[in-house]
């Protein structure tokens, strides 16, 4: 599977931005799908992921109730909306597929390049 992310840049403390990821490749449908993040220095952690029908989500407690990951099967798309953003969510967020679930940064099957997010205050 071939994933690219898309969508990161430069918001105030507060806003919003979207993340897109298309993925290609192999069925889309067949995978569960997550988003990821490293901030400078530290290492990657768990966003927020969700089932292969998109009927069940999981979020780190650190998004729960300012995040939503969302997927749409027919555009093999999965998104991430995010809101109320802090600065402490600055980080290189990547997109990732996996066969297994939940989803732990030491078995994702596939990576997406990663898209830049920078909150400033």
């Known amino acids: 599977v071939q994933l690219q992310a898309s969508g990161g840049g430069l918001v105030q403390a507060g806003g919003s931005l979207r993340l897109s990821c298309v993925a290609s490749?192999?069925?889309?449908?067949?995978?569960?799908m997550g988003w990821f993040r490293q901030a400078p220095g530290k290492e990657r952690e768990f966003v927020a992921s969700?089932?292969?029908?998109?009927?069940?989500?999981y979020y780190a407690d650190s998004v729960k109730g300012r995040f939503t990951i969302s997927r749409d099967n027919a555009k093999n798309t999965v998104y991430l909306q995010m809101n109320s953003l802090k600065p402490e969510d600055t980080a290189v967020y990547y997109c990732?597929?996996?066969?297994?679930?939940?989803?732990?940064?030491?078995?994702?099957?596939?990576w997406g390049q990663g898209t830049q997010v920078t909150v400033s205050s």
């Open positions: 490749g192999r069925t889309f449908s067949n995978y569960n």
């Open positions: 990732a597929a996996d066969s297994l679930y939940p989803m732990r940064v030491t078995t994702i099957d596939y």
């Open positions: 969700i089932v292969r029908t998109g009927g069940s989500t």
